[in-house]
């Protein structure tokens, strides 16, 4: 249950019960029904009712905050029936958090000390707000579990791995899974590929098509993880081979990581030249931590103007959207930031034609140390869309190149 | 109700509730629940007869495609106690669609020419799926009203608006709403200009902290919404009086948005020069269409080599993370890329301390025709985090500057 209004109207994203999800997936428990309700305490009150009636655990994100909007707190106590108790101990703490900032507390924060006689607080080092570990002993709820979170993630992530979790007594999971991701290939010739081995169920073997490429997802239950593991083991090498120069990463690793990885251990830098991308790839790659080693630098340039102050000459007659001008760019960024590799984008992001080329249109250059290979694709999409399309293009063409380099993959297939 | 097991395990984001909830809250009707569930047909019979019991009006999303996972026809059907028929004009029009596309036709597709005798189908230009809008005639949800929409949002939207609203005979909307976006300003600052405003309720006026800044709603709802307009005139007045120089737009105006307007109507370019944001301020600006026209150029130079490329020179003993870096580099940029402005930043993105300045860090240079000032700022959160507070802080900033020049606003106050 996710409890907020601002939620509910979708003012703010829930990311919190996704988290909960996947997380408790990886543990064997299957989630069966998210509720978002607003700052109502009536329908607070109802929605945990009906949960209970359904569930074994229920899981409130939100509403713990200290104002008269904040309900989950009053609502859990009028469903178990109990009457809230001040933690003492943990008011004084409050109020010392306060007073050392130099703040007056305010009164109402009183009920952030507030348990269950059923019930137990979670510490949350990183905010005001103690969860709530609810198990009731007696009534028509008795032995079910009732877990109020905060509502940020950075305050709900830990408290629900290093408070939540060990409370539980969960079995130990028998559930494994591994994500394969793709670049350079569609869903379905991947489906032709896998041919017979999406139609078993454990291991399963399924694919989804994300906006980084398709991933191919091999998960196996057992009664224990390490069984599991063992029954997805076969499969999992089978999707693997079949698969074979078109797997970038693994689970949770995206390109940029990849790339940063790869480029660090050998030892190289890498510079970007942007038209149609207008400087997506430049954040992209930034976001790696430690991105400044081997990032040489980058620069967007839309105009020729622009794309002449680092060199680029374009012949009579050659188009600036066109496979030459990108490998013209990419060689003249190479050798203007003193790079390795240079990549860089030309192409229409939209909304009107360019230089008569339709919207999606896009060239990828690539200069580095062992020769210089032009890419030509098309997208289709808003130019947002193609923005980042574009750009998961360019990388994963990157990606591409730089194995080719160290001899272990072969080139020439077209995203 | 969003019906689909990758929406409910957050595989996919659900952004279509949000869209409905701030529809429906525009033409006065209000959203109570928002329960997701999966791919599951008991499931999905037991929460749409919750929500029957509860709502005049039920939403369903979803579950509307071809497969055996698509349960939400089924669904509807149990619940009303139906049996679907087949409507054998949409079905040729749906056999013609795959003939022309030289490809057979599944027979599990028949389903998507379903409909029930208290129900209509919405016709779907967008995709193959039609809509449902059922109103049982009979039985315990009898006057009730169930619709049934695809999940794709471009399929979605243009059914709501198009096929839906009419059908739904609302009373005439009531509902203004008016949002301020202020840079610049924190909450409780805000909180304070404000004063009693926030107190009444009808007008009401409330606040949010958002990553884009502090974003400040009047709201009223009245009979008519030309009555409520009304009603919410004075105090929109009086928000807009108070909190003067620090709002950039309103209601869904971003500020790269408004930067565009500003400088296509002063006829001036911009260029930038990024080190702390790298490359995130580009991809923002760029993300607007015609951005080619008014965005000269830019860079990403993290090493003091990659600024020098663009004539950066600092004086012995000036830290690359400074205001008197963060003056150069746009002062630089200004004349290297021939724009009338241009904005640079430096600071320390993290995870590690950069010269000895703590992680957040931020100085924003500004060079313009009238003067160049620089900026500091503090920052907290993680890498991305900061990314994007320092790219809003560094375009804020720019907006200020540019509205000082015109003479609009007066400058000075810190982010």
């Not at 078109?246 to 660090?264: E, K």
């Amino acid at each position: 249950m996710s409890v907020g209004t601002e939620l509910l109207l979708g003012e703010i994203t829930d990311t919190n019960a996704a988290f909960l999800a996947n997380d408790l997936k990886g543990r064997g428990v299957t989630l069966h029904f998210k509720t978002t309700v607003g700052d109502n305490l009536a329908r607070v009150v109802s929605t945990l009712k009906q949960a209970l009636e359904r569930s074994d655990l229920v899981i409130l994100g939100g509403g713990l905050g200290p104002t008269d909007d904040d309900l989950t707190r009053e609502a859990i106590a009028e469903v178990v029936g109990e009457i809230p108790v001040v933690d003492e101990v943990y008011l004084e703490q409050l109020r010392g958090f306060f007073l050392s900032r130099g703040r007056t507390f305010p009164e109402q924060n009183v009920k952030q000390a507030w348990v269950l006689p059923s019930g137990e607080a979670l510490p949350n080092p990183v905010g005001t707000a103690p969860g709530w570990f609810v198990r009731p002993t007696s009534g028509e709820h008795k032995g079910k579990i009732i877990v109020a979170l905060p509502g940020p993630p950075r305050e709900m992530k830990p408290m629900w791995l290093e408070q939540v979790i060990k409370r539980l007594k969960l079995p130990q999971s028998g559930f494994y899974h591994r994500t394969f991701r793709t670049f350079g290939i569609g869903e379905s010739h991947i489906a032709e590929k896998l041919g017979e081995l999406t139609l078993a169920s454990n291991p399963s073997v399924a694919t989804y098509a994300r906006r980084d490429g398709v991933h191919v997802r091999v998960a196996a239950s057992s009664g224990t993880l390490e069984r599991a593991r063992t029954l997805a083991q076969l499969v999992e090498e089978r999707v693997k081979s079949a698969l074979e120069g078109f797997v970038y990463g693994t689970d949770d690793q995206t390109l940029p990581q990849i790339l940063a990885r790869l480029l660090s251990a050998k030892g190289q830098t890498l510079s970007v030249l942007e038209s149609m991308t207008g400087g997506l790839i430049l954040d992209e790659l930034s976001n790696e931590s430690g991105s400044s080693a081997w990032l040489k630098g980058g620069a967007v340039a839309y105009t020729l103007g622009a794309k002449q102050r680092y060199g680029v000459v374009l012949e009579p007659g050659v188009s600036e959207v066109s496979g030459e001008a990108a490998l013209e760019m990419a060689t003249r960024a190479r050798s203007f930031f003193g790079s390795d590799w240079a990549i860089s984008t030309t192409g229409v992001a939209g909304p009107e034609l360019l230089e008569g080329k339709p919207v999606g249109t896009l060239f990828v250059g690539i200069a580095g140390p062992s020769g210089s290979p032009f890419f030509a694709t098309m997208g289709a999409g808003d130019r947002r869309t193609l923005k980042e399309r574009s750009s998961m293009s360019a990388l994963g063409l990157l990606w591409r190149t730089l194995l080719a380099d160290k001899g272990e993959a072969q080139m020439g297939v077209n995203p």
